[in-house]
């Protein structure tokens, strides 16, 4: 087993820093993380018409995780979590085929309601995929190699891009789409974006989708787009119920969130690695590989917690990884007052109501930036891999396939529904080119004989 290095953490992952400092750090890592929890619910609530729901989703989204968080640090039964500040927010990787599910349950005439129902009852069944392979994590990464992540991550990037210019320019279906205001509201936040993020602050870069949000939103309302009236309708508590819409099943909707389920647990992986190198914890071993399991277990709890109580699946935010690393604390306690400011601030529907009323522009100039990260993180991890003949290949075939029916779903015209529902999405249909060909395509010689002499130097 690795040793620890020499701690240069102000705290470590054990320690139990004092309240003040410990809700400062709490305070920075939901200022980082906020906005990532709450857009996927803002989307997804706006492109499927859910309405007056989408308060409580975000109600939901902030209590369930808090109470992730939590269970991440705790590590209960010394089994499930990392053990680490891992913090728990609503999956970007899961929002095109969630609203896939929503249009499956839409094109059958249902309302909101049977559309939360189904959504929530495949990510339920779905969660135990990720539950399932938590404990097979060291063999899964065979078959989902880098190339494959890499190549699923940037599909998602890529496909999500037309929900966030779309936004941008005003949302689907609006009256004034591509207007000159909308654009300038909504290339108004991207540039503030891109300034923050040049600050010699880190914080400020932290903070810079956050800070973008907060200035679009008050330019907007100064420019009535912005409307409050609708709050004083909203309750005042936002109370848990479980699957409050109901709960139903479909196979079209349920295969292409289980494999995005597939891929997040390789994500997540890497995610809670990077965490265990910036807060000094070995990266190879018994405790590493404990850690590993715990944590992507703790991700398919969190998740069949979050379709329980109504909010969409979860996943360990990466960004959290750059306060600990800017702020010195890795203690894992912090997690605990993060827990807490995420769920007083889920108890408040009004919340969820005031960013219910951020207007498109603002948020397609964010989420634009945002998905556009999704994208280049994935090419990020190909550029990592030696590219040759065979690799170029299957990147070549999983880019045409996948985002070839994203760009024209057409094609798929006169195939039978519950295969335009599961071949329809890019990420089902470029993810399973890419593991396909990644197992019949025959690698080069060097490289198999190169993998064999790593095992037997590992053994």
């Known amino acids: ?21 410990s809700a400062f750090a709490a305070i920075q890592h939901v200022l980082a993380s906020f906005v990532g929890i709450i857009t996927p619910t803002l989307i997804i609530g706006g492109v499927l018409g859910l309405g007056e729901h989408i308060p409580y989703l975000i109600s939901m989204a902030l209590m369930v995780s808090g109470v992730g968080t939590a269970i991440q640090a705790k590590r209960p039964f010394n089994r499930i979590g990392a053990g680490l500040v891992c913090i728990q927010g609503t999956s970007f990787a899961f929002l095109s085929s969630v609203l896939a599910a929503g249009f499956i349950a839409k094109g059958k005439g249902g309302g909101p309601e049977e559309i939360l129902a189904l959504i929530f009852g495949v990510c339920f069944f779905g969660a135990f995929v990720e539950i399932v392979l938590s404990q097979f994590m060291h063999k899964l990464k065979r078959v989902i190699t ?33 207007s000159p205001q ?7 936040v991207l540039f503030s974006i891109i300034a923050l993020n040049q600050s010699k602050n880190h914080w400020v870069r932290l903070s810079a989708i956050f800070i973008g949000l907060t200035i ?7 420019m009535g787009k912005v409307s409050f009236n609708n709050l004083g309708s909203l309750p005042v508590i936002s109370i848990p119920i479980p699957f409050k819409y109901g709960f139903s099943f479909d196979w079209a909707a349920f295969l292409p969130i ?7 647990a390789i994500e997540s992986s890497g995610d809670i690695t990077a965490n265990c190198m910036i807060s000094k ?65 889920g108890l408040f529907p009004i919340i969820g109501g005031v960013l219910q009323q951020m207007p498109k522009p603002v948020l397609g100039g964010a989420t634009l930036v945002m998905f556009g990260t999704v994208a280049a993180a994935g090419i990020k991890i190909l550029s990592q891999e030696i590219l ?26 006169e195939m039978p529904k519950v295969i335009q529902n599961i071949f329809g999405s890019a990420i089902t249909t470029g993810g399973l080119s890419a593991i396909i060909l990644s197992l019949v395509l025959p690698e080069p010689k060097e490289d198999i004989a190169k993998e064999s002499f790593n095992e037997t130097e590992t053994a």
């Open 1 to 21: 087993m690795a040793k620890e290095t020499t701690s240069d953490l102000l705290y470590n992952v054990d320690d139990r820093p004092p309240v003040f400092e």
């Open 146 to 178: 880098p190339l494959v992540t890499g190549i699923v991550i940037t599909i998602i990037g890529a496909s999500l891009i037309k929900v966030g210019i779309t936004d941008l320019a005003g949302g689907v279906g609006a009256e004034d789409l591509g």
């Open 182 to 188: 909308n654009l300038l509201l909504g290339a108004l």
């Open 216 to 222: 679009g939103f008050i330019v907007a309302s100064f």
């Open 258 to 264: 289980a494999f995005i389920y597939l891929i997040t």
């Open 281 to 345: 914890k070995p990266v190879e071993g018994e405790e590493y590989i404990s850690r590993i399991k715990g944590g992507v277990l703790g991700d398919g709890i969190n998740s069949l917690i979050a379709a329980t109580f109504n909010t969409f699946p979860n996943t360990t935010f990466s960004q959290n990884n750059g306060v600990i690393q800017l702020s010195g604390v890795a203690s894992r306690y912090i997690a605990y007052f993060i827990a807490v400011i995420l769920i007083i601030l």
């Open 388 to 413: 040759d003949r065979r690799k170029l290949l299957i990147m070549a075939v999983s880019f045409g396939t996948g985002l070839g029916v994203a760009l024209n779903p057409a094609v798929l015209g």
